[in-house]
């Protein structure tokens, strides 16, 4: 997770969110009977909204880069919020959380299933009774994967300290091992290239995190097909997973 402090300056431009996702973590966290964890606030594309709307909320991150950003947009807004550089693998409070969530696919930076499962754990570790632990990361699909394997997207533009650039990207897949790897270059308007910035995430599959959810001790879960909660029917579906402790 590291190279998250590579381009935290990029990320609000990289991960803008997914359609609908906002206002569902938003709608979730007004229910929380208790305080609510943010595992990944990053810039604070989630963890502010709460803030504002006057929800008990803090947040942990890996990345002091992601939480600078996340305090100066904090000052602009008059806002003094709770984070820690804190990696959700091992992090520990003295608090018991009535939600905590992990939004735009967080947790798939946690590679390995033993990590996934030392994570899970520890989650509910910090859960109250009848707690809730939600997140949502894409359902994975092979024939995508084999189409955009490797391929560079369109460049884009955006604006970085009040300069032009263009961004392109390019994503690697590796089945066997179950991981990702996208790499953004970013070019000055003169096309010389500026930077080259690289992430690592893996892909798990429905059935695959039922199992390290029972193996973690959950046994109580949902699994929608989009933040509307609709039925998961098909793979162009986000996965999002609503557990109870």
Known sequence: ?????????????LSMGLEGELEFYLKE????????LEAGCGTG??????????IDAEGIDNSPGMLDILKSKAREKGIRPRVRKSDMRNFRSKKKYGLIIVPYRAFLHV???????????????HLRKRGRLI?????????????????????RKVKIKGKKHF?????????VEQLFRSIWTMRDSDGKTKKMLKMRACYIYKKEFELLLRIAGFRKWRVYGGFEKKK?????????WIIES
């Open 1 to 13: 997770m590291k190279y998250y402090d590579e381009f935290a300056e990029l990320y609000d431009e």
């Open 29 to 36: 966290a007004k229910k929380a009977e208790g305080p609510v």
């Open 45 to 54: 594309r989630i963890l502010l909204p709460l803030l504002e709307a006057g």
């Open 111 to 125: 590679e390995k299933s033993e990590e996934q499962i030392r994570t899970l754990k520890n989650f509910k570790k």
């Open 135 to 155: 997140l949502n990361f894409f359902y994975p699909d092979f024939d995508f994967m084999s189409r955009w394997n490797g391929k560079t997207t369109k460049q």
């Open 167 to 175: 961004l392109s990207e390019k994503t690697l897949y590796y089945p």
């Open 232 to 240: 998961l029917k098909n793979k162009e579906q986000e996965m999002v």
